[in-house]
């Protein structure tokens, strides 16, 4: 079978995920994996617990009636690191580790005397994957075990398999060169591995291959788009092989478009949910003979899709490209697993909601309704309507008092910077290069012990603030015993830095077992914002003026600010994000305000998620930093001026968003810095940045003591680009994973260190 395979309508498939959960649907390939790096399982019983969960979600989505199942997404860790041992592209510094699966989770984690992988943010998810590092001794080499012992498991099971790997130009597009390598140059040298690849999988007996290619969303310059041609003309042209399925998602592939339909690729999957359009399919005559793959049901946020809006679509398809397959827009990882899991959700709200396993049946309501025409599932059509009706008309979801008040509020005027500056002098006092920390202290196992025993109902609320009060107490005498000038309550009583503020504003519903992976064995439970926010009483004001109440020092009050807490939960679809934004913003104004009032000086607005939610296309990214900024100011401009207003952003690579970080107007920024050299100080100054700037001295996610001579080297650095009087001195994030012994001595270097430079 040597000659070009296509597609003929026997090989079609109707019904398809892009990809499938891996964590467990609870949390049970997090606790192996937990338990293998503590020695308390062995690597078989890792590999048995990691089979059956394959084992479990492949025949589930089987049964629920995908015809073609993805194989392959399941991940001891990351698809982008089982990428880098797929094509032979692990570190050399790891290359001496033995065992394969030491060498992996090194690669992954770090180990004795080895740096593990950067980690980054996938596309304008909340996943982070581990950045390949291609450097001049890489040497490509296909090791295929792994996906082909996958396959060969679910063909055993009997699963239409479909296997699933990351293509070649997002692999290169996302992978770090070290030491002057551009990845993108190497690109021929792995053509030949993913076609050899694609004839084992052939081989294994694969009818189908889905090569994911998310990079193609974002802006290609002329040579990208010429590679992104070559590479799938040369994958799909004629030598034994499956059908090619290349998965472009989270936007539209645009231009990218018409170069993959001028290749022989036999079917391409599109995100019909983030801006890709049936006309714009329809323009391209080549996709008429290729499997259009419909991403209808939105595979990143939680909502029940209206079937009844998705059937004209996928009608007009089948006019134009013939009959297409129905998906969902991208991976399940990015849900939770199954509202069978939620037994405490309010029974209205869960009736709009579709989880992971809800998608996959909605997927197959469409399929029907492809195959066999909307009458045949004309009852759940209907029935997805009525829920969607019920959600349009829930009162929940109009607040008419925020609303008029948005309507009013006037966001965003605060004095200009330099009187700010004057009036804050006189009210705060403060030596030069203050020292303070960026909110959390030590999230120790008897503060989260003491939450659990609140849940389990074993302490009373009564006794849990209690013990909040003391651990705050400690911790401002800590404060006070290092000699820090502004003090924190340390945050406690925190649980998360979106959760805590989801759970008291209404608006916002808590899942029990929502679980989303993040990275490697950390998940998340993201909040469901699905009504108007609004704020029914003050959320942290009896903390921080209790910590207030123990110290003359100034006490910064801590809140999470609206761009992260929308970019931490669901949100709400029927409304544009912007307006979401600024009903979270009047929330949080309304609490900088009542810390104000109730004596506190200084209030520090969390970003964090700012540059996150940043869109993958230039020509959206200026539209969404206005009204990010917009949001922020908002928050912010509620208090007099002589209160001084902090934000702090968890990571130095500002490019694309320096301006908007000026334009957010903080009396003073917090940014990492440590381990970028200060660089970043430069570019701010460079951007017009004239205000107070904390670069973080050390880096807090390592568990290394910095001296105090390399804080005061990092000091007279940050002199150099930025006038002591703007400088500030801090740690580079917050230090709730770190333990208390660590903190202490690295605190007490930082204050000795400023003192000196002082
Ligand atoms: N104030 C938060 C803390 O210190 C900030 C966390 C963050 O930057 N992600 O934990
Ligand atoms: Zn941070």
Redesign the pocket.
């Known amino acids: 079978m040597e000659n070009t395979v296509t597609v003929t309508s026997t090989d079609r498939f109707t019904a398809t995920v892009l990809g499938l959960p891996r964590i467990g649907p609870r949390r049970e390939l997090k606790r192996a994996v937990e338990s293998y790096w503590a020695g308390r399982i062995d690597a078989a019983e890792l590999d048995r617990v990691g089979r059956r969960l394959r084992v479990e979600s492949l025949t589930a989505a089987q049964s629920a009636g995908l015809d073609s199942v993805p194989v392959g997404t399941f991940s001891l860790y990351d698809q982008m690191l089982d990428t880098a041992v797929l094509l032979g592209a692990l570190p050399p510094r790891v290359a001496d580790i033995a065992d394969p699966l030491d060498r992996y989770f090194a690669a992954a984690r770090g180990a004795e005397g080895i740096e593990p992988l950067e980690m980054t943010k996938w596309f304008d998810t909340n996943y982070h994957y581990l950045v390949p590092e291609i450097g001049p001794d890489t040497r490509f080499a296909l090791d295929p075990a792994g996906p082909l012992r996958q396959l060969r498991e679910a063909l055993d099971l009997g699963i239409a398999a479909r296997p699933v790997v990351i293509g070649p130009l997002t692999f290169l597009a996302l992978a770090k060169g070290v030491d002057g390598v551009n990845p993108a140059d190497r690109l021929p040298e792995l053509i030949p591995l993913y076609r050899e690849l694609l004839t084992r999988f052939a081989e294994a007996g694969a009818t189908w291959v889905q090569f994911d290619e998310p990079a193609l969303v974002r802006d290609l310059d002329a040579t990208e788009l010429a590679a992104a041609r070559t590479t799938y003309t040369e994958l799909s042209a004629a030598y034994r092989r499956p059908n090619l399925l290349v998965a472009t998602y989270f936007g539209t592939p645009g231009p990218a478009l018409g170069a993959l339909a001028a290749t022989a690729v036999d079917g391409i999957a599109l995100d019909l949910c983030s801006g890709t359009t049936v006309s714009e399919i329809a323009e391209l005559p080549a996709l008429a003979d290729k499997l259009v793959v419909a991403g209808v049901v939105d595979g990143r946020n939680i909502w029940r899709t209206d079937l009844a809006a998705a059937v004209p679509e996928l009608d007009a398809l089948r006019k134009t490209v013939g009959r297409p397959a129905v998906s969902t827009s991208c991976s399940l990882l990015h849900v939770p697993y199954s509202l069978a899991a939620e037994p405490d959700l309010d029974p209205v709200l869960r009736s709009w909601l579709a989880f992971g396993a809800e998608k996959i049946a909605e997927v197959r309501i469409l399929a029907r309704a492809v195959e066999s025409g909307a009458e045949a599932v004309a009852a759940e059509l209907a029935q997805a309507r009525s829920a969607i009706e019920s959600r349009r008309r829930d009162p929940r979801l109009h607040n008419r008092s925020v609303r008029a008040r948005l309507a009013e509020v006037d966001g965003g005027h605060r004095a200009p910077a330099q009187r700010r500056r004057e009036l804050q002098r006189e009210h705060l006092r403060l030596p030069l290069l203050p020292t303070t920390t960026?909110?959390?202290y030590p999230q120790t196992s008897d503060i989260r012990a003491a939450r659990a025993a609140l849940r389990a109902g074993s302490i009373t609320p009564t006794q849990y603030r209690e013990r909040m009060r003391a651990e705050i107490a400690d911790v401002v005498a800590l404060q006070e015993e290092l000699g820090l000038d502004v003090l924190v309550h340390g945050?406690p009583e925190r649980n998360d830095?979106v959760q805590y503020f989801a759970e008291q504003l209404d608006g916002f519903a808590a899942t029990r077992n929502g679980w989303v992976q993040s990275y490697g064995t950390r998940c998340v439970r993201p909040p469901i914002l699905y009504g108007d926010v609004v704020r029914t009483a003050p959320m942290t004001v009896e903390w921080i003026t209790y910590a207030q109440s123990l110290t003359d020092k100034p006490v910064k009050g801590?809140l999470t600010g609206p761009v992260t807490i929308l970019a931490w939960s669901f949100v709400r679809d029927d409304q544009p994000l912007a307006d979401t934004a600024r009903q979270v913003a009047l929330a949080i104004r309304d609490e900088t305000v009542d810390l104000e009032a109730a004596g506190i000086r200084i209030v520090?607005v969390?970003e964090?998620a700012l540059r996150e939610l940043l869109p993958l296309r230039r020509a959206d990214q200026q539209g969404y930093l206005e009204w990010a900024v917009a949001a922020f100011r908002l928050a912010t401009s509620g208090v007099r001026d002589d209160t001084q207003i902090h934000t702090?952003l968890?990571y130095s690579e500002f490019g694309d968003i320096i301006g908007a970080i000026a334009a957010l107007d903080a009396d003073v920024t917090s940014v990492e810095a440590a381990r970028s050299h200060m660089e970043i100080l430069d570019d701010l100054t460079a951007a017009g940045y004239a205000l107070g700037i904390g670069p973080g001295v050390y880096d807090i996610h390592s568990p290394r003591v910095p001296s105090v001579s390399e804080i005061e080297n990092a000091l007279r650095e940050a002199m150099k680009a930025v006038p002591a009087e703007r400088l500030w001195v801090n740690p580079d994030?917050?230090?709730?994973t770190r333990d208390r012994a660590e903190v202490t001595a690295a605190l007490r270097n930082m204050v000795t260190a400023a003192r000196s430079v002082r």
């Open positions: 960026i909110g959390s945050e830095m801590m520090q969390d964090p702090h968890c994030c917050g230090l709730k």
